[in-house]
């Protein structure tokens, strides 16, 4: 698995791809810079995932190793020329 993180405006956004997708075109989606970081083990993921507020994730390893993490749901799953992608956003509450 690829992981790239990015800091925006105080949000941790963790980018997830699989290993073969990175730098190939899915439609007129392409799978780069955004998700261009450093191949990763799961237990870095795990732990990096725990300070994410953003989730993005593409291709079928990297989004059933979320499911199977309990970061998404199944039935959140689109598609992107047959590779499923996810997103997980963090929501606070002052409650």
């Excluded at 732990?47 to 199977?68: C, D, H, M, R």
Aim: with cysteine; proline share 1%; net charge negative.
């Amino acid at each position: 698995m690829i992981m790239k993180i990015h800091e925006v405006n105080g949000e941790v956004i963790v980018a997830l791809c699989d290993d073969k997708l990175l730098g190939k075109e899915l439609g007129t989606f392409k799978v780069g810079r955004f998700y261009n970081g450093k191949k990763t083990s799961a237990e870095e993921v795990l732990a990096t995932l725990k300070s994410a507020t953003i989730i993005n994730a593409i291709g079928k390893e990297t989004v059933e190793f979320l499911i199977q993490n309990n970061f998404i749901d199944r039935n959140s799953i689109t598609y992107i020329e047959n590779e499923p992608h996810a997103q997980m956003v963090k929501v606070w509450t002052n409650q």
